[in-house]
């Protein structure tokens, strides 16, 4: 069963903290990472996408990529109220996006004023 | 208009009653997806089509069947509703040409079987 963990929380965070978002997974053929927002009730968004191992940023947001310890994470600099919500983590086994992405369960993160 | 549409957004049926979900979409996409959601569980697949020919099963196909009516059009359907089948449906769809964009997901449906 290929699989992608994260932990459920909640991570709280103080406004203007860094949050950190940890996911592991377990195909080593995956070759596409995702990371999806969802607010309660709404559908998921893309935030992030990476395909190469190390790092990559937009605005507040930084994904980091280690593929040999087949590890994706988040970084949420300057945090604020609107990012509480749960973060997705998806992997997909194809250099396409459109391949089947498998989702973990999510990690809800808090911002705390 | 929203790119990808669900209808119901809301419905409650009950035990044994058959249910169809909608999905129509404007992004001109071959792939669609349903997935479902529950409380801890993320979202897990039920059904896929990477074209109108096309129809796979997901992770947890049993108790659903789909049609694919046309490129913009993939419908779920429960041919006898039972309760552990309450959760918010998602549809999605995807571009094999586009590397960077992901899946875009409808608005969701919320079902509910008593």
């Known amino acids: 069963q290929k699989e992608v963990e994260q932990n459920s929380g909640p991570l709280s965070v103080p406004e203007g903290a860094i949050a950190s978002l940890n996911c592991t997974y377990s195909?080593?053929?995956?070759?596409?990472f995702f990371w999806y927002r969802q607010y309660s009730g709404k559908s998921p968004e893309l935030i992030m996408s990476?395909?190469?191992?190390g790092d990559k940023e937009d605005g507040r947001f930084t994904a980091q990529l280690n593929k040999a310890s087949q590890y994706v994470s988040l970084l949420i600099r300057d945090s604020q109220p609107s990012d509480s919500a749960t973060y997705l983590c998806?992997?997909?086994?194809?250099?396409?996006?459109?391949?089947?992405?498998?989702f973990g369960s999510g990690t809800r993160l808090s911002i705390r004023p | 208009d929203a790119d990808v549409t669900q209808t119901p957004r809301n419905r409650i049926t009950k035990t044994g009653k058959r249910i169809m979900l909608e999905c129509s979409q404007t992004k001109g996409h071959d792939r669609m997806y349903w997935y479902r959601q529950d409380p801890g569980l993320g979202l897990r697949l039920i059904y896929y089509?990477?074209?109108?020919?096309?129809?796979n099963k997901g992770e947890i196909s049993d108790g659903y069947s789909v049609s694919r009516q046309a490129q913009a059009k993939f419908s779920l359907s429960l041919e006898s509703a039972i309760p552990n089948q309450t959760a918010l449906y998602f549809c999605?769809?995807?571009?094999?040409?586009?590397?960077?964009?992901?899946?875009?997901f409808g608005s969701g449906t919320r079902l509910t079987v008593v």
């Open positions: 990476i395909y190469s191992n």
């Open positions: 999605a769809t995807s571009d094999p040409r586009d590397r960077w964009n992901g899946y875009t």
């Open positions: 998806a992997a997909s086994p194809g250099y396409s996006s459109a391949s089947k992405i498998i």
């Open positions: 089509s990477f074209d109108v020919k096309d129809i």
């Open positions: 195909d080593r053929g995956s070759q596409s």
